[in-house]
Every structure is written in structure tokens, then in C-alpha cells.
């Protein structure tokens, strides 16, 4: 059973557009969403994180929108660069204390901005 | 946030032998979670090594195939034991950190393993 489904599998952005990437949840018990930028031959890279107090979370380009009810949860990339090409995952945690985190993962989205 | 260093970056090793990778973190941390994302795939998480008490396996993973020791506060270690050419994977140390003061998980770069 897969905990959190990610979409699109694949998206193709042109420089400056908007990506957008989804995921849902079922575990009404996780509390905390990060999101993660992985490039070819490196560890996942912690972009921005949310937690189900707040809807929505901005740093820089980067936004994540958060549904509690729908159990949904989104990252937004505006003005989406060359650079930004890379394999984004969503994931989600239970967290009941320092250092707990224990991650399930979407199976990640693959972005492409092209010029 | 945390500084995470792995050893070794990478190796390819032939199949029934053992390979221990280490994780050394900057900041002394209560949890160690070591994860494994296969070719193309997403990540999986294998164990959680808390200093001072056995591993903590997730279903699917079993402590004879993926030994871990976690003998201090800043340091672990996973063994993948017996390799066949189904354990190539990226291995991952992952641990908590702050940032802007509040927690979040961070990654190591990863152990990218291959058996022939």
C-alpha cells in the first residue's frame, strides 16, 4: 500500500513557467511534509517543509500548499529555471519527538525546464 | 542543518561478499536513519539506529542482511551482508537538524553500490 502518491511522474516546464507537483496522503498521522530535489548521483537535497498548522509555506521560488482535509499537498516552482531540472520527491512523517522522523516517500517527480 | 559525510561515495563489489558504509554527522544526533533507493526508484527506509539500543527494522529488511552499529552520537554504520546484483542501490545516512529553529531531516550524498 502506498502511503503517499506523487504526480506527474514526468513534466516538461518552459524557463519562467510555473511547475507544479502533487502529492496525496492517506496516513491521517503524519504531520510533517518535506520536500526534496535530488540530482543524478546525489542525496536528496531538503527543499522547503510543512507542517499542518499553516496552508501554505513560501522560501524564495519555492511554495508548498498544504489541504489538511483533502490530504493533499503541493510544491509550486515559480519562474522555473534551467538549474531547477531534477527528480523532486514529497514525503511525509509522523513525528512524535526529536529526531523521529521516520519518511515515507512519493515516487518522485522528474522535472525538465527547457530554455 | 546537519553535515552529513558518507564512505565510501561509491564501490562495486562482487556478489556474496559484505561492504560496511560509514556515516559520520557534524552534531551529535538521538537518531540515525539509513535508507535505500534502488535504480530510478524512490527511497526506502531500512532501519533507524538509536545510540545505545539495537536497530529498529522495517518490515522487508532484517538485521542478518543489513547489520547496523551505532557506537556513539555522531556516527553509524550499515553492513549490506551476502551482496547479490539486487542490493545495487544508493544507501543513504539521513538525520535530523535544525533550520530557521526548527527540525527537519536531512540526507547524506549516498553510497552508490554495485554488485556484479
Known amino acids: 500500500q502506498q502511503q503517499v502518491k506523487q504526480s506527474p511522474q514526468s513534466l516538461i516546464v518552459q524557463k519562467g513557467g510555473i511547475s507544479i507537483i502533487n502529492c496525496a496522503y492517506e496516513n491521517t498521522a503524519f504531520d510533517y511534509f518535506p520536500w526534496y530535489q535530488q540530482f543524478p548521483g546525489k542525496g536528496p537535497a531538503l527543499l522547503i517543509a510543512?507542517?499542518?498548522?499553516?496552508s501554505e509555506k513560501k522560501e524564495g521560488r519555492f511554495t508548498i500548499s498544504f489541504n489538511k482535509s483533502a490530504k493533499q499537498f503541493s510544491l509550486h516552482i515559480m519562474d522555473s529555471q534551467p538549474g531547477d531540472s531534477a527528480t523532486y520527491f514529497c514525503?511525509?512523517?509522523?513525528?512524535?519527538?526529536?529526531?523521529?522522523?521516520?519518511?515515507?516517500f512519493g515516487k518522485g517527480t522528474k522535472l525538465s525546464v527547457i530554455p | 542543518s546537519a553535515v552529513i559525510s558518507q564512505k565510501p561515495s561509491r564501490d562495486i563489489c562482487q556478489r556474496g561478499t559484505s561492504l560496511t558504509i560509514q556515516c559520520q554527522v557534524d552534531s551529535q544526533v538521538t537518531m540515525m536513519f539509513w535508507y535505500r533507493q534502488q535504480p530510478g526508484q524512490s527511497l526506502t527506509l531500512i532501519a533507524t539506529a538509536n545510540q545505545g539500543s539495537e536497530a529498529t527494522y522495517e518490515s522487508g529488511f532484517v538485521i542478518d542482511k543489513f547489520p547496523i552499529s551505532r557506537p556513539n552520537l555522531t556516527f553509524s554504520t550499515l553492513t549490506v551482508s551476502n551482496m547479490s546484483p539486487e542490493d545495487s542501490s544508493i544507501y543513504l545516512c539521513s538525520v535530523e537538524g535544525t533550520r530557521g529553529g526548527t527540525y527537519e531531516q536531512y540526507f547524506g550524498p549516498g553510497t552508490r553500490l554495485t554488485v556484479t
Open positions: 510543512i507542517r499542518p498548522d499553516v
Open positions: 514525503a511525509a512523517s509522523p513525528y512524535s519527538g526529536a529526531g523521529s522522523y521516520q519518511l515515507t
